[in-house]
């Protein structure tokens, strides 16, 4: 019903930086916040940033100054703008979203399937 397609992901060397970007699809009701979360090997999954509908943010220390999220309302698509990368962000990015869909009381999560970014020294 609801899809997240993440782009945007690859190998970059350290200060480099990518932009990647998900975009939802389907019977969409009302997007509340989307966000990015990665998870590197051997570590728990982390949040990195997160936009709400009404333009709230919150990033992850690690990141804060370098990494900046944003969206595109009309399109349904949030992006992370990363900066001044390192080997520390080497992770796989996923897209996540609290939304509800048509014709649902409720919001759930919704989870993309991941895109790798790995920085090079």
């Known amino acids: 019903q609801v899809q997240l397609v993440e782009s945007g992901g690859g190998l970059v060397q350290s200060g480099g930086s990518l932009r990647l970007s998900c975009a939802a699809s389907?019977?969409?009701?009302?997007?509340?916040?989307m966000a990015w979360y990665r998870q590197a090997p051997g570590k728990a999954r982390e949040l990195v940033a997160r936009?709400?509908?009404?333009?709230?943010?919150n990033y992850a220390d690690s990141v804060k100054g370098r990494f900046t999220i944003s969206r595109d309302s009309a399109k349904n698509t949030v992006y992370l703008q990363m900066n001044s990368l390192n080997s520390e962000d080497t992770a796989v990015y996923s897209c996540y979203a609290d939304l509800r869909i048509i014709g649902s009381l409720y919001s759930r999560a919704f989870w993309g399937q991941g895109t790798q970014v790995t920085v090079s020294t």
């Open positions: 389907g019977s969409i009701g009302r997007i509340n916040a």
């Open positions: 936009l709400t509908t009404g333009g709230t943010t």
